[in-house]
């Protein structure tokens, strides 16, 4: 899944990254209002918000409110620090899904995190994210299926997974550290190199779209978004 995490609290926001990542979820995070706001607006695709209530600028219940304002139906996942009736039904009456108390365990937020996805199966915003597609290359995350101009290409999961976030990035210049970092799950050690042949296998597999993956000098790739 692609979920936005918006935590103020550094630490807790990290180790959130981390424990989702090793889930094999895509994860963007946001410390605030604003940049929740700008990221759920930006990021194509998002399957699910775990959203802090207490932040900075604002209350995590004003982006909930904001998005299902503008007719979001991300599935939402409110953390609150206080278990009272009054907050549960204020966090679900401005549009959140479900809710958890802190501490919390992270076996319970991923279960709760699967269950969201589950019942969020049919939703249109959901279907439309599993969905990736720039120019002639298009990535069906419920089949794991992806065609290149119109032919279908055989991936292994690591090539899957790292053509994946290209097409969630498109037109950004991706570092192999931020690539090793989303791409590779954490504890398992292997070195910048191995993006770079894992980039090499999957230009060869795409045919002429692989050109669109292009070398940044000293920095790393980039999909091209425009033809
Ligand atoms: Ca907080």
Redesign the pocket.
């Known amino acids: 899944m692609h979920v936005l995490v918006v ?3 550094p630490r807790l926001g990290r180790l959130l990254r981390r424990l989702l990542e090793e889930e094999r979820h895509v994860v963007e995070l946001a410390t605030d209002v604003r940049s929740a706001l700008e990221l759920a607006e930006e990021v194509g695709g998002l399957e699910a918000i775990v959203l ?4 900075p600028d604002g209350s995590g219940l004003d982006v909930a409110r904001r998005l299902r304002a503008t007719g979001s139906t991300i599935p939402i996942l409110i953390l609150t ?1 206080r278990d009272t009736v009054v907050d549960r039904v204020t966090g679900l009456d401005a549009g959140a899904d479900d809710y958890l108390v802190k501490p919390f365990a992270f076996e319970e937020l991923a279960a709760r995190l699967r269950a969201l996805a589950r019942r969020a199966g049919g939703h249109e915003a959901v279907r439309s994210g599993l969905r990736l597609e720039v120019g002639s290359i298009a990535l069906d995350e419920a089949r794991r299926e992806v065609t290149a101009d119109g032919k279908r290409v055989e991936l292994s999961p690591r090539e899957f997974s790292l053509l994946e976030y290209f097409l969630r990035h498109p037109g950004e210049a991706l570092t192999r550290d931020r690539l090793l970092d989303h791409v590779w799950p954490s504890g398992v050690a292997v070195t910048p190199n191995a993006v770079d042949a894992y980039v090499h296998y999957l230009r060869d597999k795409l045919g002429p779209s692989g050109d669109r993956i292009r070398t940044l000098r000293g920095i790393g790739y980039r999909l091209e978004d425009s033809a």
């Not at 802090?52 to 932040?55: E, H, I, M, P, T």
């Open positions: 935590e103020d609290d802090d209530v207490g932040l620090a």
